[in-house]
């Protein structure tokens, strides 16, 4: 992604006011990933100057991305094929809409600690979608049975559970404001590879990926889905165990 820097997410349809808010608010930035910088980056603009024509506040919109997220792993826990395409959608949203409240605060100047702290939690916002993936697969194997009202109730439950934790957390890391970069994140940005390799790994390939099963299983009567929950699930441990030990080593 190095490649990327001094570059633009720009499309075919972009006008030049377009341009100079892109100018303005997406200039890249180690942090992004392949998916925001080539997709989401790319549609959020456009979103950006709606919003701000409505005058929503940076700190709401974020809000609205907080809700896209936790409300994706409400709908993995339903685990019908048409709950994981809408599973989809509104991670996507959410995760376009954490591009936008960004954007919208440097572009009128907004941005303030509530956002920073706010932003966490959209961070911790998905781990309650990880413990989802492990209900989900639960269900298709048959070894959990849940109605709507059941995985709501169960899901609010899991959420408040980690929100208890992290909301003190995301308070402290707020008042740090600490600006050193991710170890792993460093590594991620070495190379096109290496990015790939983080997106495919991540939620927004996960989601990306899922959808795809969704659709090839429209025409293929195989249990394609859970083994690749199983297998991500089987991944994020290894992942979690290496990223303890690159984060260890940097320290």
């Not at 790319?42 to 896209?68: C, D, E, H, M, Y």
């Not at 309650?128 to 492990?134: A, E, K």
Request: aromatic share 16%.
């Amino acid at each position: 992604m190095k490649s990327q820097i001094g570059k633009l997410p720009t499309t075919v349809f972009d006008t030049k006011k377009v341009r100079a808010y892109r100018e303005q608010a997406q200039k890249y930035s180690a942090k992004e990933d392949l998916w925001s910088w080539f997709v989401l980056r790319r549609l959020s603009i456009f979103f950006t100057i709606v919003f701000i024509k409505l005058r929503l506040t940076p700190n709401t919109i974020s809000w609205f991305s907080f809700i896209g997220i936790v409300s994706s792993g409400f709908l993995m826990i339903l685990s019908t094929p048409l709950a994981f395409a809408f599973a989809f959608l509104f991670y996507n949203l959410g995760y376009l809409f954490d591009c936008v409240d960004g954007e919208v605060a440097r572009i009128t100047k907004k941005t303030s600690k509530k956002g920073v702290f706010i932003d966490m939690l959209i961070q911790a916002a998905t781990l309650p979608v990880f413990i989802s993936f492990i209900i989900s697969l639960l269900v298709m194997m048959g070894y959990l049975s849940l109605n709507v009202w059941e995985s709501f109730i169960l899901y609010c439950l899991i959420v408040f559970a980690i929100m208890s934790l992290l909301i003190p957390l995301s308070y402290q890391i707020t008042l740090q404001n600490g600006s050193e970069q991710d170890p792993v994140n460093k590594i991620r940005a070495k190379s096109f590879f290496f990015t790939v390799v983080g997106f495919l790994l991540g939620l927004p390939g996960f989601y990306a990926t899922l959808l795809l099963l969704v659709f090839i299983g429209l025409w293929i009567d195989w249990p394609l889905i859970p083994i690749y929950i199983a297998l991500f699930l089987l991944v994020l441990v290894l992942k979690v165990l290496a990223r303890l030990f690159v984060t260890l080593k940097s320290i």
